[in-house]
């Protein structure tokens, strides 16, 4: 069995930062990517930022500059840096691991973490 959980949302005011945490636990064989995406009210869900196993990372251009990825291997976790933050990062903020348990290999979510920029 594999979880994924999320955590470190809240409300910021415009300018300022959060991080945000995901672990992976469980029977985990390897992790492939572990990667943020982001769903507002009444938009679809957007790739916020990726970290594949061999340190490659993709953001998107809206969060380029502001936030960072990161990861702790021994921990099976990421996190997301996200400074200069502003209204529309609003959103419920969701992981995901593409990692391959004992048995077989697949995409495993989060439940999400909501994130609110408002003053």
């Known amino acids: 069995q594999v979880q994924v959980v999320e955590s470190g949302g809240g409300l910021v005011q415009p300018g300022g930062s959060l991080k945000l945490s995901c672990a992976a636990s469980g029977s985990i064989f390897s992790i492939y990517a572990m990667g943020w995406y982001r769903q507002a009210p009444g938009k679809q869900r957007e790739l916020v930022a990726v970290l594949t196993s061999d340190g490659s990372t993709n953001y998107a251009d809206s969060v380029k500059g502001r936030f960072t990825i990161s990861r702790d291997n021994a921990k099976n976790t990421v996190y997301l840096q996200m400074n200069s933050l502003k209204p529309e990062d609003t959103a419920v903020y969701l992981c995901?691991?593409?990692?391959?348990?004992?048995?077989?290999?697949?995409?495993?979510w989060g439940q999400g973490t909501q994130v609110t920029v408002s003053s």
């Open positions: 995901n691991a593409d990692l391959r348990s004992t048995s077989y290999r697949r995409i495993y």
